[in-house]
């Protein structure tokens, strides 16, 4: 981890003034309102997260940390900070679907009382949630928490398609059957693992929610272990091979895994015909969007042949994925499946029927689409950082439960990398395997959402997400310049 220049300090204070630029007028614009155009809170709202999300992002890449945890933790202070200086506006982000599940409720004729004491455990808690809306100003604060909700949806779908962008069925066939044991063995030992550490330390916990905490451990986010590769020139060592292979096996298995924890969570029942119906639904979903979605895709860009050829990827592309988004949702899985999918199948030789300068100065798909998921994005993790609640920490059974999750995270990927073959770095493809990064976090944002994950295992996840996504850089380096130091010294007498 690098250390802050000290001489770079006053330039750093001075980067932080747009914060304070916007940070002041939000606040302001929040308790005072009076604007002429209804959307001009809304404006500015969204505008201040983002600000605060690239200035997470700006001290991540100082420190040498992904930009997915500078993100999380200007959510945490943000939101844990504004909420203990008084600021009671910051309920609403704080508490987030179930606030406009409470809304919902009330247009099916429910009085607001009713519906926050329905929604919320805690009747102070829910008292303070209906003064908030029904204050002068509860309309701007609703609008600028679900405008930023939906934003961050939105950049969950695009995050997902990206990954998908990163893997496509032909790599899948290529990493062949050691990647595919690695990933069975790296999603089922942790998802076991934590199952077990979560019922252990928190008895009380429901069914579907120790189910989703074996889920959220059994993902991986394979992105920080690409970096790390790239920057030790290990890319093409049979080591990144077994990795990225399994990652790509383990997005798979993680969705499906996903879309059975909902399909149960959801149904409320646990049976072994409920099971194979919800696997057998993700299943053909997967497999009619493989081979329908070609047709599907090629009857978009036949349509948008009279643009030119970046329009037509930026056109076909969001068309595509939100269109495969929606129809997983239709059929009862999460809409983040539907968003990897579209990511596995479309890539730029569909477009290739483009031809002359119009294709040649044409970018990727992935390029083309990046810039709506750096916007959107860090919307999303500054959002989880807010719902992540200091106070669930003053509980020495979340301390217990974060503790136990983060070990069971670990020994779990570090089992996985046994089913490599001897001949390989086990340790290092183990290793490889660690971050959870923001897959985990998506896992637990939907389970969050469908009621299952409260706040004290909320906060016990994040801080798991956060462990392992920061230990993982250095194990990684030190796995993969151990063994090469081994193989040059030879074995030890």
């Not at 002068?136 to 950049?155: C, E, K, N, W």
């Not at 993680?254 to 149904?267: P, T």
């Not at 217990?400 to 770095?425: M, P, Y």
């Not at 897959?439 to 706040?455: C, Q």
Request: aromatic residues 8%; hydrophobic residues 55%.
């Amino acid at each position: 981890m690098r250390k802050l220049d000290k001489d770079r300090l006053p330039s750093i204070f001075v980067s932080m003034l747009p914060l304070v630029l916007v940070a002041v007028p939000f606040a302001y614009a929040v308790a005072a309102g009076g604007h002429s155009d209804p959307a001009a809170p809304i404006i500015l709202g969204v505008t201040g997260i983002l600000v605060f999300a690239v200035v997470g992002r700006y001290f991540a890449r100082r420190l040498g940390q992904p930009s997915v945890l500078g993100e999380l933790v200007i959510g945490i202070l943000l939101g844990n900070l504004i909420y203990l200086l008084g600021g009671d506006f910051i309920l609403v982000m704080r508490e987030g679907r179930p606030v406009f599940d409470m809304i919902d409720m009330t247009f099916s004729g429910a009085s607001i009382h009713a519906a926050a004491a329905s929604v919320f455990q805690d009747p102070v808690l829910a008292n303070k949630i209906v003064g908030i809306v029904q204050g002068p100003h509860g309309m701007q604060l609703l609008s600028i928490a679900h405008t930023a909700d939906v934003f961050s949806r939105y950049g969950m779908i695009f995050l997902m398609f990206l990954v998908g962008l990163e893997s496509s069925v032909e790599e899948m066939r290529r990493a062949g059957g050691a990647s595919l044991k690695v990933a069975l063995v790296g999603m089922l030992a942790p998802f076991a693992l934590g199952v077990a550490v979560a019922w252990l330390v928190l008895p009380d916990n429901s069914f579907g929610a120790l189910l989703f905490i074996g889920a959220t451990l059994g993902a991986t986010s394979v992105g920080i272990t690409a970096r790390v590769l790239s920057e030790l020139d290990a890319v093409h060592s049979r080591e990144a091979c077994v990795i990225l292979g399994a990652a790509i096996f383990d997005d798979v298995l993680g969705l499906v895994a996903l879309a059975i924890v909902s399909g149960i969570v959801i149904s409320g029942v646990f049976e072994g015909y409920a099971v194979m119906r919800i696997l057998g639904l993700a299943t053909l979903f997967i497999l009619a969007a493989m081979y329908a979605g070609p047709y599907v895709l090629r009857g978009l860009i036949s349509m948008m042949r009279g643009l030119r050829a970046h329009e037509a990827k930026i056109f076909v592309s969001f068309i595509f994925v939100m269109g495969l988004s929606w129809f997983a949702d239709l059929v009862g899985l999460a809409t983040i499946i539907g968003a990897f999918a579209a990511g596995l199948i479309i890539n730029d030789r569909y477009f290739d029927r483009w031809i002359g300068d119009d294709m040649a100065g044409c970018d990727t798909v992935k390029n083309l689409m990046a810039p709506l998921e750096a916007v959107l994005v860090p919307i999303f993790f500054v959002l989880i950082g807010m719902q992540v609640k200091l106070e669930s920490f003053l509980s020495g059974e979340v301390w217990l439960l974060a503790t136990g999750l983060a070990v069971a995270a670990i020994a779990g990927k570090l089992v996985c990398g046994f089913a490599a073959d001897r001949s390989l770095n086990r340790l290092a493809i183990g290793v490889g395997m660690l971050p959870r990064g923001e897959v985990g976090l998506i896992f637990a944002t939907i389970g969050k959402g469908l009621g299952v994950i409260d706040s004290r295992l909320f906060a016990s996840i994040v801080l798991m997400v956060v462990i392992t996504t920061v230990i993982s850089p250095s194990l990684l380096k030190w796995a993969l310049r151990r063994h090469v130091s081994n193989d040059a010294h030879g074995p030890s007498k």
